[in-house]
């Protein structure tokens, strides 16, 4: 008779279990963030204490003057103000920079008549037409929300031609050979190709146009936390100057978030990550 082999024993693969639950990493970060803010005052409070308040005033004498100016409404009339001045003029800039740039992208003619321009003016801050825009549009809001617009306009721009010009040549021959029409082309492919450098461009200018409406400020308004910040130097207030620092921080952080909550439900189609 032959011999048989003993029979081997197979177990079965075991499933492989999940692994036990551990703390989100958002919560995880939200714990570091907070760690991060307390040692942060702690830190400042230890350097206020080796010098002199006028020059480094303590987070009790700051948050105090942070706490009169919301009592009284001061500081919230000029975070109002300054709000309505970056946020119009960057939606201004952005509306007109978004358009002519997808066509200063595609077509090579409007590109070559506006580059020159372009490569000049924006190498020019927008600090240098302070004074030209006060003569032109007078003391009023009108000054201050064109030197954001200016702002904006080209930081978007750029963002948004590189972006066009980027455009694969292949999805373009592609969307043609299946019969697209040249707006459907326009729509269908470049404009979405384009959207995350348009994303990137307004991002960036809201930034650039906080430190505008800032410098605006300084030279000629009555009001707005750059007026806050200028008027506290004057009478060496300098408890009302890291106040007017800190909201103009927390007025950034608020809109950047809301800015990235927005436009994470119109770009994720997009494949852009924020």
Known sequence: MPDHEPAVAFEPASAELPKTARPTDYADSRLLVVAVLIATVLVWQLASMTTIPILLPPPADVALAF???????????????????????????????????????????????????????????????????????????????????????????????????????????????????????????????????????????LGLAFMTVVAAEFIAAQSGVGYLIFSARLFAQTDNVFVGILTLGLMGFFANWLLRKILSRIAYRYDVKL
């Open 67 to 205: 706490l009169k100016g919301i009592e009284d409404g001061s500081l919230i009339l000029h975070v109002a103000v300054s709000y309505f001045r970056i946020l119009s003029g960057w939606m201004i800039g952005c509306l007109a920079a978004v358009p002519l740039g997808i066509l200063a992208g595609r077509i090579r003619l409007f590109r070559a008549i506006v580059d020159p321009y372009i490569e000049f003016f924006r190498f020019i801050p927008p600090i240098a037409f302070v004074t030209l825009f006060m003569i032109w549009f007078g003391l009023g809001e009108t000054s201050k929300v064109a030197l954001i617009v200016y702002t904006a306009f080209f930081t978007t721009f750029l963002s948004t031609m590189a972006g066009a010009m980027s455009v694969e040549t292949e999805r373009i021959r592609a969307a043609q050979c299946l019969g697209a029409t040249p707006m459907q082309v326009f729509f269908k492919v470049i404009v979405p190709g384009t959207v995350p450098h348009i994303v990137t461009g307004v991002r960036l200018s």
